[in-house]
Nanobody, 122 residues
Framework: QVHLVESGGGLVQAGGSLTISCAGSGRAFDTYYMAWFRQIPGNEREFVARISKWGGSTDYGGSVAGRFTVSRDNAKNTVTLQMNRLILEDTAVYYC???????????????WGQGTQVTVSS
């Protein structure tokens, strides 16, 4: 199994940028597909981005495509989400997840971090 810890969340003004990271420990990091989801209270977790085991393939949710970039460094057991041109609707708790399926669906991912809050202000 893998243990995930997110970091880098915070408060940012609309139009600004923020990078959040997820550090993994435990079983070989490069055996997992990785994804980012986000959630606001009362809502389901929303798919944000996913990345294949070695980073050769990425996909994004429609609301973030063109603004966010996901990457990973297997040597450092980290996955990063670079968020640009942030808007108020990006405010949420962001979670990284690891799994053995390359999926858009949260239920496909076995391991989750504790989440990091991203707040976009006007």
């Amino acid at each position: 199994q893998v243990h995930l810890v997110e970091s880098g969340g915070g408060l940012v003004q609309a139009g600004g940028s923020l990078t959040i990271s997820c550090a993994g420990s435990g079983r070989a990091f490069d055996t997992y597909y990785m994804a980012w989801f986000r959630q606001i209270p009362g809502n389901e977790r929303e798919f944000v981005a996913r990345i294949s085991k070695w980073g050769g393939s990425t996909d994004y949710g429609g609301s973030v495509a063109g603004r966010f970039t996901v990457s990973r460094d297997n040597a450092k057991n980290t996955v990063t989400l670079q968020m640009n041109r942030l808007i108020l609707e990006d405010t949420a708790v962001y979670y990284c997840a690891a799994g053995t399926e390359y999926s858009y669906y949260s239920r496909a991912y076995e391991y989750w971090g504790q989440g990091t809050q991203v707040t976009v202000s006007s």
